[in-house]
C-alpha cells in the first residue's frame, strides 16, 4: 500500500507534461538534416528562394493536377468570356446623372461615349449597334445598370445621339466586345 506521500508524488506526474527528452528527439527529428525529412528536398529551402516558390512537385499538387497560381487564373476575361455578342433592348441616361460618381469611380459626363452594363467589367470596350438604322459607337463600361425592365445596357446621351435614339429612348442593339487596346472616340 502507497503512503499518501507516495500517492500524492504518483499523481503529480500523471498531470506532468512530457519529458523534455521526448520533445527534443521529436523536434530534432523534424530539423533539416537531423532525421526522417533529410534528403527530401526541404531541408535547404530558404525563405523568398526560387525553389521555396516553386514548390510545386507532385505531392504538393492538387488532385486535379492544376497548380492555382494567382498570374494563372487572371485569364483575360474577354478571352474566356462565352457570350461576346448580346442583343436586346438599350436605354439611356445622362442630366441625372452628370457630374456624379458612377461604379468605377470616375464622375459621369453624359458627353463622353459610356455606358452601364449589369455584369461586364468596369473599363470593358464594347461596339454597340442600332438594329434599326445600323448606326454604331464604341462605348467603354464605367457604370452599373440598367434596372429597368429587361433592357442589356444603358448609354450615356452622348452614345445615344450617334446611335440615333435619344428621342424614343430605347432601341433594340447588337453589343460586341472588343480587345483590349481598342481606342475610343469622343463624341464632338
Same mark, same amino acid.
Given at each position: ?13 500523471? +498531470? ?51 497548380? +492555382? ?9 474577354? !478571352? ?57 459607337? !464604341? ?27 435619344? !428621342? ?21
Amino acid at each position: 500500500m502507497l503512503s499518501s506521500e507516495e500517492n500524492n508524488d504518483a499523481i503529480s506526474r500523471q +498531470n506532468e507534461p512530457p519529458a523534455t527528452g521526448l520533445v527534443v528527439l521529436l523536434v530534432s527529428s523534424l530539423l533539416p538534416g537531423c532525421g526522417w525529412l533529410s534528403g527530401s528536398g526541404l531541408e535547404a529551402l530558404k525563405p523568398g528562394s526560387a525553389e521555396a516558390a516553386s514548390l510545386d512537385g507532385p505531392a504538393l499538387r492538387p488532385k486535379n493536377n492544376k497548380v +492555382n497560381l494567382k498570374s494563372q487564373r487572371q485569364v483575360n476575361y474577354r !478571352e474566356r468570356q462565352v457570350k461576346k455578342v448580346i442583343r436586346g433592348e438599350a436605354s439611356w441616361y445622362g442630366p441625372g446623372f452628370h457630374g456624379k460618381k458612377t461604379a468605377s469611380g470616375e464622375i459621369f459626363d453624359q458627353r463622353k461615349l459610356t455606358a452601364a452594363h449589369k455584369t461586364l467589367p468596369l473599363g470593358t470596350k464594347a461596339k454597340v449597334t442600332n438594329l434599326q438604322n445600323g448606326n454604331t459607337v !464604341e462605348v467603354e463600361i464605367n457604370d452599373r445598370g440598367p434596372y429597368v425592365g429587361e433592357r442589356v445596357i444603358d448609354l450615356s446621351h452622348a452614345a445615344a445621339d450617334v446611335l440615333g435614339f435619344v !428621342e424614343s429612348g430605347i432601341t433594340l442593339v447588337r453589343i460586341e466586345l472588343l480587345p483590349e487596346g481598342s481606342g475610343l472616340e469622343e463624341a464632338g
